[in-house]
């Protein structure tokens, strides 16, 4: 079993920045990837960004070049740092891990941002 805890969301102006953390516990060893997914309002969940164990990572297209994930394994964290945020990242954010066939979520995070 894994537990996730988020925090970091709030309300930002357009072209803000925001840090959105994870941390993990639980059977962290076994942990392949995390990742970060947001879903907004009437649409589907989807992937933003994801780090493996061994450090690689992706982006979502739509977020390269603005957001970066990032983790301290000495703290069993994940990191999203978020900036030149625009009004269309606005949604719920959800931590995820990996671990063989099975996802764990977090509770999930709201990010607005609006003017």
């Known amino acids: 079993q894994v537990q996730l805890v988020e925090s970091g969301g709030g309300l930002v102006q357009p072209g803000g920045s925001l840090r959105l953390s994870c941390a993990a516990s639980?059977?962290?060893?076994?942990?392949?990837?995390m990742g970060w997914y947001r879903q907004a309002p009437g649409k589907q969940r989807e992937l933003v960004a994801a780090?493996?164990?061994?450090?690689?990572?992706n982006y979502a297209d739509s977020v390269k070049g603005r957001f970066t994930i990032s983790r301290d394994n000495a703290k069993n964290t994940v990191y999203l740092q978020m900036n030149s945020l625009k009004p269309e990242d606005t949604a719920v954010y959800y931590c995820?891990?990996?671990?063989?066939?099975?996802?764990?979520w977090g509770q999930g995070t709201q990010v607005t941002v609006s003017s």
């Open positions: 995820n891990a990996l671990v063989a066939i099975f996802d764990y």
């Open positions: 639980g059977s962290i060893f076994s942990i392949d990837a």
């Open positions: 780090i493996t164990s061994g450090g690689s990572t």
